[in-house]
């Protein structure tokens, strides 16, 4: 690809006024403050054209009063720096960006206010080198596409920049056919809405979903942070994540197949959390915490100590592992006993019975009497999520939004907990264990 015709700096959803959840209130380094900061250094640094921002910069909930100063600072900065700022507004900031806009002053724009498509041209030594095209909300809400409207890019190399939801038919959100964005022609479509990162390329164009800034809640895994564009002289356009975030949410395995005991279940454990940490620190050098949802899968003749260890693993303090502070904020247990569950529900009594439900559970074929269990804990899931004791806590967005599906994998996990004791405490029956392979892993 030819040298750069343009060097753009994107980010977009921002939501200033929020902070990440699952980890410690009031700390300065896991702002989303903090990481505009990091942006705002990262576009001086590197001499960019233009900052661009792709919407919902502010959190509709504290919109005024924290999110004000933060981006007024942050723009103040850019503008000193002789950087200019383009920005569409999306459905949360749609009656505060352009309030931030004006109290800066020139150097910040915010282009389609009205909902009606707008440009704005980059120049360079007296000559147009880039056109941005944005339209942006003018409320919470737009039903249809805004390419509609879109005029066309003309002769000059385009980035169009757009706050909407991109094939989801029917969303309230600007709902926006990714063919309809490659059909413009334009070298790079810069999209806001969507907090998980994207980036799709086509004959050299491409389509940025630049992701939250800084991620707020375990939906939003893996790196995030800002992105450099660079624009061609053919128009084409490429694009380099900046992984700023100082917060990363993963979801992570551990495989304690054979495992011996609650040591060695504990060291499987610790090694796969080191491992996560030096992976993740390696690829983002700014991260200071990384919060981890752990799954446990296996088969291990120490079954039973399989649920102590994963409630010590949610209990213990956080793990420092080479600057980096490595949190569990919840434990998936899918480990399994060693025993042959084809075997011993060929047998009779209640360690057959134990061993024939396990084994419609993982089949996914309860019986009638199979659901009626199920749906008696969803009820009881259904009373926990509803109770107000646990409402100050804020311990009911723990559980997960499908109710069912939790019901099984608790039912599945008391399965095999009896099991285990049955076989561990029963002489007459036999704690064979078929050979460990893929399928019973």
Not at 20 to 44: K, N, Y
């Amino acid at each position: 690809m030819p040298g750069p015709r343009a060097r753009l700096l994107v980010s977009g959803d921002l939501h200033l006024g929020r902070y990440p959840s699952r980890v410690p209130p009031g700390d300065p380094a896991l702002t989303v403050e903090a990481v505009v900061r990091s942006l705002v250094d990262q576009a001086i640094e590197r001499a960019v054209d233009a900052v661009v921002l792709t919407g919902d910069v502010a959190d509709q909930s504290n919109k005024y009063f924290e999110a004000f100063g933060v981006l007024e600072r942050a723009l103040h900065r850019l503008v000193d720096a002789g950087i200019p700022v383009v920005a569409v507004a999306g459905n949360h900031d749609h009656d505060v960006l352009g309030s931030v806009a004006e109290a800066v002053g020139d150097g910040v724009r915010v282009l389609g206010r009205g909902q009606v498509w707008e440009s704005a041209s980059l120049e360079r030594g007296g000559r147009e080198v880039v056109r941005l095209w944005g339209w942006s909300f003018a409320g919470p809400a737009v039903h249809t596409s805004p390419l509609d409207d879109f005029p066309g890019v003309g002769d000059v190399p385009a980035v169009g920049i757009v706050h909407a939801d991109l094939d989801a038919v029917g969303s309230r959100y600007a709902p926006v056919p990714m063919d309809a964005l490659w059909a413009t022609g334009a070298g790079a479509w810069l999209v806001g809405h969507v907090h998980t990162p994207r980036l799709e390329t086509r004959d050299g164009r491409i389509v940025l979903v630049p992701g939250s800034l800084q991620p707020l809640d375990p939906g939003e895994p893996g790196p995030h942070g800002a992105w450099l564009v660079e624009v061609a002289d053919d128009g084409t356009a490429a694009a380099e994540k900046l992984p700023l975030a100082t917060v990363r949410y993963d979801a992570l395995s551990a495989d304690l197949d054979g495992a011996q005991d609650a040591v060695e279940i504990r060291e499987r454990v610790a090694r796969a959390l080191r491992a996560h940490a030096d992976a993740v620190r390696e690829e983002a050098p700014a991260l200071r915490r990384a919060v981890v949802r752990l799954t446990l899968r296996g088969r291990t003749p120490a079954y039973r100590a399989v649920e102590r260890v994963a409630a010590e693993v949610v209990d213990t303090a956080d793990t420092a592992v080479g600057g980096l502070t490595v949190a569990v904020d919840r434990v998936d247990d899918q480990a399994r006993p060693a025993l042959d569950l084809g075997r011993l529900a060929e047998g009779s009594g209640p360690a057959a019975t134990l061993a024939a439900l396990a084994l419609r559970l993982d089949a996914g074929a309860p019986s009638e009497s199979d659901l009626a269990l199920i749906r008696h804990g969803v009820e009881a899931l259904q009373r926990a999520r509803r109770a107000r004791v646990f409402e100050p806590l804020g311990r009911s967005d723990r559980l997960p939004p499908d109710l069912e599906a939790e019901a099984v994998a608790r039912l599945r996990r008391q399965t095999f907990r009896m099991l285990d004791e049955v076989v561990g405490q029963s002489p007459s029956v036999e704690p064979t264990a078929a050979p460990l392979g893929p399928a019973d892993s």
